[in-house]
């Protein structure tokens, strides 16, 4: 089972900050957090991760709390493009047997509108 | 750079028959995984290879089976095919295994219909 809690869908003006939750409350303190989305029909993109710390790209920010329990990812400024299925991962550092086992849950559909 | 390849991107069997799939990496990715994708379950992992060794396995039937080539490229097939296998089948590589640090790239799968 997936290790983490999303909301079904959400919606976002365009031009907007898109402000993603997950509830990731039962994470061990050696397990990252990823995001990948999924545009219709396209295989999944990885967006990016992060441990403890908040961590920023070229894509997303992505903000985690500091009892590592919840994050959230930032899309700054939603464009249409942005429209997709977000999955929020959890999953172990280099070591552990799992770590390329990703485990998807239902993920959020985020509804960009104009 | 070229991306994850998939071939072929449609594919329609029989019932009983078997099939493979195949999946070039990115180049100089040694790290390859397999996933299963429907409407009912969503996202499901079957294995995972790196350098041409079998790291971890998802919760599927030994019809389901994989390997990976020494030059990287990855095979899947399934055998004695069965209606449920109807899905959408991608592959991911990565640098390292376990897609430490960059996550995986997936390519954009093999859509299967069993009839």
């Known amino acids: 089972d997936a290790k983490t809690t999303q909301p079904p869908s959400m919606d976002c003006a365009e031009g907007r900050a898109a402000n993603l939750p997950c509830n990731h409350s039962?994470?061990?303190?050696?397990?990252?957090v990823y995001w990948y989305r999924q545009i219709h029909s396209q295989g999944p993109q990885y967006i990016i991760h992060?441990?403890?710390n908040n961590e920023t790209n070229e894509m997303a920010s992505l903000i985690i709390t500091e009892d590592r329990k919840s994050s959230t990812l930032i899309l700054p400024h939603a464009t249409l493009r942005d429209t997709a299925v977000y999955y929020c991962?959890?999953?172990?550092?280099?070591?552990?047997?799992?770590?390329?086992?990703?485990?998807f849950g239902q993920g959020t559909t985020l509804q960009v509108k104009p | 750079k070229a991306g994850v390849t998939q071939t072929p991107r449609y594919l329609i069997k029989t019932r009983g028959q078997q099939v493979t799939l195949s999946c070039s990496p990115i180049?100089?990715?040694?790290?390859v995984s397999w996933y299963q994708q429907t409407p009912g379950q969503g996202l499901q992992f079957l294995f995972e290879?790196?350098?041409?060794?079998?790291?971890n396995k998802g919760n599927f039937p030994g019809r389901f089976s994989g390997r990976q080539f020494s030059n990287s490229r990855s095979e899947m097939n399934v055998s004695t095919l069965e209606l449920g296998d109807s899905a959408l089948y991608l592959c991911?590589?990565?640098?390292?295994?376990?897609?430490?640090?960059?996550?995986?790239?997936f390519g954009s799968g093999t859509r299967l219909t069993v009839v």
């Open positions: 991962i959890v999953r172990g550092t280099s070591g552990s047997s799992n770590t390329g086992k990703l485990i």
């Open positions: 180049s100089g990715h040694r790290s």
């Open positions: 039962t994470i061990s303190g050696n397990e990252y």
């Open positions: 992060g441990l403890k």
């Open positions: 991911a590589s990565s640098l390292f295994a376990g897609g430490e640090n960059y996550g995986y790239t």
């Open positions: 290879y790196f350098s041409e060794t079998q790291r």
